[in-house]
C-alpha cells in the first residue's frame, strides 16, 4: 500500500475532521480510507486519530505528524506539478481566508480574472474578520489587513490601504466643511472599534504624522456600517479606502483632507514558513502582487 496514500488520508481525515469528506477528496470509498488510517497508525505504533461514532480529533502524537507531513505531502505535490510541467496548465484546490468586505470587494475580482486564466484550479474561500489559523484550519494563504505580527509566517506585501475622512453632502452643508484635521475635534465623528484608539486619528501634514482627538456617539467595529452612517448625513467618519470607493466616486460622500491621508494597514498575503508553496499558489500569489486593481489606493 503506498505510503503517500496512508499520509495523505490522515491529512485529509485530519483536517477535515471526516473520514466521508476525506474519501469524498480522495475519490476512495469512507472504508479505503479507514484502513489507510488505521495502517499508517499500525506502522507507525501510535495512535494518531481519537475516534468516536460523531467525531474525529486529532492526539498529541497525530497533531505532530500532521504538521511535519504536510510539508511532505506538498513537495510531493510540487514535484509532480513539475514532472508535469504544470506551469502551464495549473490545477488543484488552493484554500484561502480573507477579511469579509476586503475579500468582497477587491479580492473576489481579482480571484476571478486568475479563474479565467487557470480553469483547473479550484478556489476555496473562506471569509471571516477574525484571523484564522493557516495551519490548524489547512490554509494555503491568508489575506489579511494590519500590523502583521505573526514571525511564523512568511509575509509577502501586496499594497497599503490609505485611511479616508469622509462625510456626506448634507452633513457638510448642516454642521459646516471643517477647514483643517485639527477642527475635526469640534465636529461628530465615527469611532472604530477594532482601533486601540478610536479617538485619536492620525494624518501625514507637512511630511510628519500628527494625531488629533475626536470624539462622537457612534462607535462601530464595521468599516462598511460606519461608511453607511456616514452617508446618511449622521457623522463624518474614517474608513478604508475600499469601503468607500465607489460612494466617493457617486458623490454620496466627499472625502475630507485627501492631501494629509495615511496608509497605516498593509495588506498581505500570508503563508506557512515551513511549507513549500505548490506551483499554484505561487502564481495565485504572483498573480495579487501585480493586480493593479487589488490595492489601486495604494500610493505605491
Known amino acids: 500500500m503506498d505510503k503517500i496514500d496512508r499520509m495523505r488520508a490522515f491529512a485529509l481525515v485530519a483536517k477535515n475532521t471526516s473520514f466521508t469528506t476525506a474519501a469524498q477528496r480522495m475519490g476512495r470509498s469512507a472504508r479505503l480510507v479507514s484502513k489507510y488510517v488505521a495502517d499508517l497508525e499500525n506502522a507507525l505504533g501510535v495512535q494518531l486519530l481519537n475516534r468516536t461514532t460523531r467525531s ?26 513539475r514532472v508535469r510541467n504544470e506551469q502551464a496548465s495549473l490545477r488543484g484546490a488552493i484554500h484561502i481566508s480573507a477579511p469579509t468586505g476586503f475579500g468582497a470587494v477587491r479580492l473576489v ?25 493557516i495551519v490548524e484550519e489547512g490554509l494555503d494563504l491568508a489575506i489579511r489587513i494590519g500590523p502583521m505580527r505573526d514571525s511564523s509566517l512568511k509575509i509577502r506585501q501586496l499594497g497599503r490601504m490609505p485611511l479616508v475622512v469622509c462625510a456626506s ?30 479617538t485619536v486619528w492620525r494624518f501625514d501634514i507637512g511630511g510628519r504624522e500628527e494625531t488629533v482627538h475626536v470624539n462622537g456617539r457612534f462607535r462601530m467595529n464595521a468599516p462598511a456600517a460606519s461608511a453607511r452612517l456616514a452617508a446618511q448625513g449622521a457623522a463624518i467618519a474614517r474608513c478604508p479606502a475600499y469601503t468607500i470607493a465607489e460612494a ?9 483632507f485627501s492631501e494629509h491621508r495615511i ?16 506551483t499554484r499558489v505561487r502564481a495565485l ?4 502582487a501585480n493586480d493593479p486593481e487589488l490595492c489601486p489606493d495604494d500610493k505605491r
Do not use: K, W
Open 263 to 278: 496608509s497605516p494597514y498593509v495588506i498581505a498575503a500570508l503563508f506557512p514558513q515551513n511549507r513549500r508553496l505548490t
Open 56 to 81: 474525529v480529533s486529532l492526539t498529541d502524537a497525530g497533531a505532530t505528524y500532521l504538521t511535519l507531513c504536510e510539508p511532505l505531502l506538498d513537495g510531493f505535490d510540487e514535484l509532480e506539478d
Open 248 to 256: 466617493l466616486t457617486s458623490g454620496e460622500l466627499v472625502e475630507l
Open 109 to 133: 475580482p481579482s480571484l476571478a480574472t486568475f479563474a479565467e486564466a487557470h480553469p483547473h484550479v479550484e478556489l476555496d474561500l473562506r471569509f471571516s474578520d477574525q484571523r484564522a489559523s
Open 285 to 288: 500569489i504572483e498573480h495579487l
Open 169 to 198: 453632502p448634507a452633513y457638510l452643508e448642516r454642521a459646516g466643511r471643517p477647514s483643517d484635521p485639527q477642527a475635526l475635534t469640534t465636529h461628530e465623528c465615527i469611532l472604530d472599534g477594532n482601533m486601540a484608539e478610536p
